[in-house]
């Protein structure tokens, strides 16, 4: 009796191939998962760069259509609310006769973090741009980091309003 060649793949053949197959997946895969957590860094940084800079223009541009007519802009400040991964921008007004409130209107800016990403106050949690000189009111420099898994990015504001990035 003769026996036939059959033409295929054995069932171990298979099965390493498969194997190979599962593992090149796994490791795509995590790959991904890593590549999307540095984007949402990046997006977060960027974002909170953005809203910092619109609120030290603001202030510069001495921007003052949230206040009253009676009242004067003293200063915009940008804030990281704690626990909810957003930051927000008030414009701080005064009528000169009693102490500049926080005004809170339609136009104040508010964001979010990307998923994942969260604040970390170096030194403090709030910046408070003066108004017409950019520069902080506090008279010291301002520092935070945005963080996720994939790692960390530093904002330093000089006690001049200059932002640095990375330590640049």
Known sequence: ???SNSQG????????VMTIMGLMMGVGMMAYGRIQEDQNLKKSY??????LTEAQQNAFLGKKDICTADEVLVSYIFSFVD????????????????PPTITSSPTTKTGTLSKGTIFKAISGTTVEFESVTRELTSGT???????????????EIT???DIREDGK
Not at 9 to 16: A, K, N, R, S, Y
Not at 46 to 51: E, F, R
Not at 83 to 98: P, R, V
């Open 1 to 3: 009796m003769k026996l």
């Open 9 to 16: 793949f054995t069932l171990i053949e298979l099965l390493v």
């Open 46 to 51: 960027k974002d909170a760069l953005i809203a």
């Open 83 to 98: 626990g909810t991964g957003g930051y927000q921008i008030n414009a701080i007004c005064s009528d000169g006769k009693t």
């Open 141 to 155: 420099s301002f520092t935070f980091s945005i963080e996720n898994s994939s790692g960390a990015r530093v904002v």
């Open 159 to 161: 006690q001049f309003g």
